[in-house]
């Protein structure tokens, strides 16, 4: 079996409740989402999708990741996509770095292999602990009684878990993590996501006028030298996210004891290969994980529940279900949120088939 075409499509997800905002003051009303699809001479097709963020999350963008894979999809034809190691290399060999553009071409290969063997991608990873996967509800900055209106609204349809963006106005932020604190109920998970926003006295600052309450602390500040100070001034369990970026930035935060849990996007690692690998080590180091990416429709949240359900129930705080903000439907088969849950697809590979009419003409073709 080889690879004989690759498939690229610009696809526009619009957000349902949009528009989304975090801190620094970034707003997107829709997001530009790229979905590839790697055909075979065995007539096996894989699919994968990168989302970037918008251009000023992460060190990446849309144009980019199309930019990037335009780069590497000539080198893939003629190659067996069942060699997802070998080929992880050589991508690393042809396109030092960019990580996010490699992300969406190994999601294809692992679905290809779930679908040349006849296994959903989560026995592949590791076999199904539990029976669903608790879903977080991220909460778009704004004003505190419209952050807390939103909880509300959430909570009505079953999430039990909000991971609110503040890392703003440090006086602003301190209302808007105690309005939403007096929306929730014994048993509710309420995460103060600042997105590197603060600087390390504004974190602390917040800290102290909220420690009374019960939360989490996520990615305080840009820098991993400040997060850490920052860890280091608080009792309240830690998140760090834009930090862990490869092996080497874990096993530090680790060394140093930076953080309680981490949050492992896979387009930011690379894939699903480098996510599951640090998700890994997390597991047998006590580390627990939220499995999740920069965004994406049903074919990142369908990768994304894989590796979440395959992830030991003890060690998985929490995973996104990223196609519930969105309207448009890119594939059927994908995860459908029950109160605030969701649970891996049992099709092979991912589990999922694109909806053709959805996506439009591919803006790339290789073959």
Avoid at 46 to 70: N, W
Wanted: hydrophobic letters at 40%; proline letters at 4%.
């Amino acid at each position: 079996m080889e690879i004989n075409r690759i498939q690229v499509y610009k696809v526009a997800l619009p957000i349902d409740d949009g528009p989304y905002r975090w801190s620094g003051g970034n707003e997107v009303h829709s997001f530009d989402s790229t979905i590839v699809r790697v055909g075979t001479t065995d007539g096996l097709c894989g699919i994968g999708e990168i989302c970037p963020l918008g251009a000023s999350y992460l060190p990446s963008f849309a144009e980019g990741a199309r930019a990037g894979i335009e780069k590497l999809a000539p080198a893939l034809i003629g190659c067996d996509p069942t060699l997802i190691s070998v080929l992880g290399s050589q991508m690393d060999d042809l396109l030092k770095g960019h990580p996010y553009v490699k992300s969406a071409l190994d999601m294809a290969l692992w679905d290809i292999i779930g679908k040349a063997v006849q296994m959903p991608l989560v026995t592949l990873l590791g076999g199904r602990y539990g029976d669903a996967v608790d879903l977080y509800r991220a909460i778009s900055q704004g004003s505190a009684d419209s952050m807390a209106e939103q909880v509300r609204k959430y909570r009505r349809i079953g999430y039990r878990r909000f991971q609110i963006k503040v890392g703003g106005d440090p006086d602003t932020d301190i209302e808007r993590i105690h309005a939403v604190a007096d929306v929730l109920d014994n048993g509710d998970v309420l995460i103060a996501d600042a997105n590197t926003g603060w600087l390390p006295h504004q974190a602390v600052r917040v800290i102290k006028a909220v420690r009374n309450l019960d939360l989490y602390i996520e990615q305080p500040c840009e820098t991993y030298e400040n997060c850490l100070s920052v860890r280091r001034k608080t009792d309240f369990p830690f998140i760090l996210d834009e930090s862990i970026v490869d092996i080497s930035s874990l096993l530090r935060a680790m060394s140093d004891d930076a953080m309680d849990m981490v949050n492992l996007k896979i387009g930011r690692l690379g894939g699903i290969s480098k996510t599951r690998l640090l998700r890994d080590i997390c597991v047998s180091s006590g580390v627990a994980v939220t499995i999740e990416d920069s965004w994406g429709s049903d074919v990142v949240t369908s990768a994304v529940a894989h590796l979440a359900h395959s992830t030991p129930a003890h060690a998985r705080f929490t995973a996104s279900d990223f196609n519930s903000y969105t309207s448009l439907s890119t594939a059927i088969g994908a995860p459908v949120r029950i109160e605030g849950t969701m649970v891996a697809p049992n099709g092979f590979g991912l589990g999922i088939e694109l909806i053709e009419d959805n996506l439009g003409s591919a803006c790339l073709d290789v073959n």
